[in-house]
């Protein structure tokens, strides 16, 4: 369905252009929740965080996760920025808590952009106006797009399902997409939920969601030091029964962000999945597959449709996990081209052809890497993109 | 001073073309060290290892080091072989072994390419009868030529040193260029010595040799399946007053090949050094240069001379190692743009300018960055190198 973050009752969004970007894009955004929304977030585990991270995750400590709206802008991080940085997420959420008749400290702000400088902040104050008279329960768009810095295309999604007689929509949004490498949470996120959970359950419940969607997610394996991940709940609230039917929901609107950010990721041709299987541990299956989507030598062979699945192989090999070769079996797509560590006889040829119908398509498509290393009854999930001249190109040139 | 690994005293070297590789290139190296040799060697940690390597380990831990001779192919990685890879480095080493009159288990034998194809062996077998034939003294220059794969120039170095009236010398050759981000060694390093050193202080050194220098480089953050470094002492043993100066020497020469593999990164324009000081322990430092060197958007950033050090604060950041960013200093060149966690206002264009004589550079040159991260006493180096376009079209076409 449509709508995005706003497609659940009760939440409204905005995104305006302030200026804050030379492209003269849309950059700020706004979400306001319902009165008794309850908000968990999780965070970039950088050393280096921006000081909107910290005010984020102390407003939500002050306020039991009881917070109202969140400002988001695009184009500058905010990190690095010194005292000078942490000024400007207060003077600018206490705009925007002023001008709603909110508590400062229901206010949240996330940042994204370059590192180290500035926002202008004279710029900001003047957009929040606009922003606030622009709110609505039909944003979700506007806001989705006011987020972006580098991506090609604007992330959103809602869901809705019936538990029981009562209908449930799960709305959300995020950005990319360099800088991705999410420990704990993407570059940014937003989830919104229109019933309610009790605390620990939503935070715990959010916790793993993140987990095995947006911390599944690699571009170029550089960590941001902005990465944040809020996700509202508000509304009745929901019988202890259907909170498996939640987690589910919660699990396709994050994993459908995620790898639209790993989709979009700067200068990608295509959607890489890698599912490894056979390990003791969820955990084990995860750091495998995300060795292997954050390998310069894998996204470089997909991108030349190469079939060199010996770097796949190395990249497993380097995650720390331990496994025995003879019980690996791996195919590309269709193509199984090891089978108990042994490498099959297969016409390179035609696995190419098959990649090049993927990595060389108009749209976007899908290749899928799949390994089974051991006899384990665990497996993971971890998407990543090709790694293109196009690539270097955006990140050879971004500031200057 | 001119010969590589045979400069020192008694070793004898050669390289031929055995025709394995498409390009005829020289594609089989042989290292013969003298009677009293002792050798050490230090292996890849990857979980997938190639038989090759198992061999290698294997035969010296079989004759406590006293091995002879060094077989070495490159084109074919012989990883991922299944039992025909360990059978052929047998029958390999079997052919060097008899024709050399040597026992099996005193020939060693490293290989570096595609991974998952087996060696042509037959015509291997036919190039060992020209390899033995035209080992000589002065053959260090033809065997670092003959591992290379996709390096575009031999590495190899040699230096003598009075110790007393005794001249001594030690010689090294390595080869890159992709998969580098060596766990332990890199791809393939040799070294000779003509002093002996008692076994365990020799290995002792060699490992702290190894961790300051092959293993503080990354080209793409991708650690390979046969990794090696082999190191040969022979002659004399050397007084105990002088191991510190033997260290020296050692770490001069892998430092050197070390750093030539960096700057003869695939794709790369120069060579980037990352310097991090103020940590409580050397590994700490090394950790964070580490991190910084392998950063996909440090690395194009430098590509495009863009003096984006946030990108090196992000990367820092993410190392795993805490640190206050208010202790934090950092320089490009002799540019400072950080000063105790502040940004410093320099003028971007004379940095890119500055960055741009470097990397746009006929020669390769190199690029230093400087962190201070603390009050500690410890420091580290790290080399890395830009990331290019270049890579992209080398590491998309390079099987099929």
Not at 107 to 122: F, K, N
Request: hydrophobic content about 40%; charged content about 25%.
């Amino acid at each position: 369905m449509p709508g995005g973050i706003t497609a659940p009752d009760g939440y409204k969004a905005s995104g305006v252009c302030a200026g804050l970007k030379p492209s003269q894009k849309p950059d700020l955004a706004l979400i306001l929740a319902p009165q008794d929304a309850l908000c968990t977030g999780t965070f970039t585990q950088s050393t280096v965080r921006a000081k909107c991270v910290d005010v984020c995750s102390e407003r939500l400590a002050k306020t039991a996760g009881r917070v109202r709206a969140i400002l988001v802008n695009s184009g500058h991080a905010n990190a690095c920025t010194g005292d000078r940085g942490l000024r400007d997420s207060v003077i600018a959420t206490k705009a925007v808590a002023e001008q709603l008749g909110l508590l400062e400290e229901e206010v949240l702000m996330c940042s994204t952009g370059v590192i180290g400088e500035a926002i202008p902040i004279q710029k900001l104050l003047e957009g929040v106006k606009p922003l606030i008279n622009s709110l609505d329960r039909e944003g979700g768009l506007e806001a989705a797009r006011a987020i972006l810095t580098t991506d090609l295309s604007p992330k959103y999604i809602s869901i809705e399902s019936f538990l029981g007689d009562k209908c449930v929509r799960i709305g959300g949004m995020a950005k990319g997409s360099g800088m991705i490498h999410p420990s704990m949470a993407t570059m940014l996120g937003f989830l919104t939920c229109d019933v309610s959970l009790p605390k620990d359950v939503w935070k715990a419940m959010i916790k793993r969601v993140v987990n095995s969607s947006f911390n599944s997610i690699s571009v170029d394996g550089d960590t941001s030091t902005n990465d944040s991940f809020l996700a509202f709940a508000a509304g009745e609230y929901v019988d202890q029964k259907y909170f498996e039917d939640i987690e589910n929901g919660l699990t396709i609107v994050a994993t459908h962000l995620a790898k639209s950010i790993a989709r979009d990721g700067e200068g990608s041709n295509c959607l890489i999945e890698i599912k490894v299987e056979g390990t003791e541990k969820i955990a084990e299956a995860q750091i495998v597959a995300r060795k292997i989507s954050s390998s310069s030598l894998v996204k470089t062979a997909v991108h030349g449709c190469d079939p060199n699945w010996g770097r796949i192989i190395a990249a497993a090999g380097n995650a720390g996990i331990p496994f025995r070769l003879e019980d690996v079996s791996l195919w590309i797509g269709k193509y199984k081209l090891m089978d108990n560590g042994l490498p099959l006889d297969v016409d390179r040829q035609s696995v190419s052809q098959y990649m090049k119908e993927i990595v060389k398509g108009k749209e976007k498509k899908t290749l899928i890497i799949h390994l089974i290393i051991g006899k384990g009854k665990e497996k993971a999930l971890s998407w990543g993109c090709d790694l293109s001249s196009e690539y270097v190109h955006i990140n050879a040139d971004y500031t200057t």
